[in-house]
């Protein structure tokens, strides 16, 4: 069991451009989660695949975001057109799935800066 | 909608000391599970201890307990002889029975002095 990854853990990019980070889950848990962290604030859930099924979204997830997670393992999050306001650290976290609460098991984070 | 509040933004300790930490929350729901997480600087969050709704027992692992008080809606956390490796920002949380998504409150930030 070596952890969530995140990649990458710093990423600086100017406003417009589009960025991609990826998360790579523990081996055997099938549900992946997004959260957004702004700074002062807690984690705010973007949104959550089941596999490669992509079941919940937040409306914090404008047009602009969109998340994959093809063959139900490693996830993407891409952000196009990137806003000083996308500034913030992007958590991944994964857990199993089935009825009730599985512990979720976060990722180191990617923090992005807009400038 | 559920929502979770951290009415503390920081604290401070001195080792070997005891401190609470504060959380309300607001659900219509009966079954749900609470949690608080743990953020060092420049670390991953990890899971510090969970409360289940339906228990009435309050949770202890080692030196960190709940006060779980479910009528009033509040669930603190206290931390017993503190180490300077406890200083991190601590996140109140919730989760409902049926869903996806951990609530998180705002956080506090925990300081440890020796």
């Known amino acids: 069991d070596t952890g969530v990854s995140q990649d990458p853990r710093h990423k600086i990019t100017k406003r417009g451009q589009n960025v991609t980070f990826r998360c790579d889950p523990i081996s055997e848990h099938n549900r992946l989660y997004w959260y957004r962290q702004t700074l002062g604030q807690g984690p705010e859930f973007l949104t959550y695949f089941q596999n490669e099924a992509q079941l919940e979204k937040s409306r914090l997830l404008s047009d602009r975001f969109s998340a994959e997670r093809p063959k139900g393992s490693f996830s993407t999050l891409e952000i196009q057109r990137t806003e000083q306001g996308d500034s913030a650290m992007y958590l991944c976290?994964?857990?199993?799935?089935?009825?009730?609460?599985?512990?979720?098991?976060f990722g180191p984070g990617t923090r992005l800066t807009v400038t | 909608a559920q929502t979770v509040t951290q009415s503390q933004p920081e604290m401070s300790v001195q080792e070997a000391e005891t401190v609470t930490l504060s959380c309300t929350y607001d659900t219509s729901e009966s079954d749900y599970y609470l949690f608080w997480y743990k953020q060092p600087p420049s670390r991953q969050m990890i899971l510090v201890i969970r409360q289940e709704a339906y228990k009435q027992q309050n949770a202890t692992e080692n030196r960190f307990s709940v006060n779980f008080q479910k009528a009033a809606k509040s669930f603190s956390l206290k931390i017993s002889d503190s180490q300077l490796g406890d200083a991190a920002m601590y996140f109140c949380?919730?989760?409902?029975?049926?869903?996806?998504?951990?609530?998180f409150g705002k956080g506090t930030t925990l300081s440890v002095s020796s």
């Open positions: 949380a919730y989760h409902n029975q049926a869903g996806t998504a951990l609530i």
């Open positions: 976290a994964s857990s199993r799935g089935g009825t009730g609460y599985y512990e979720q098991y």
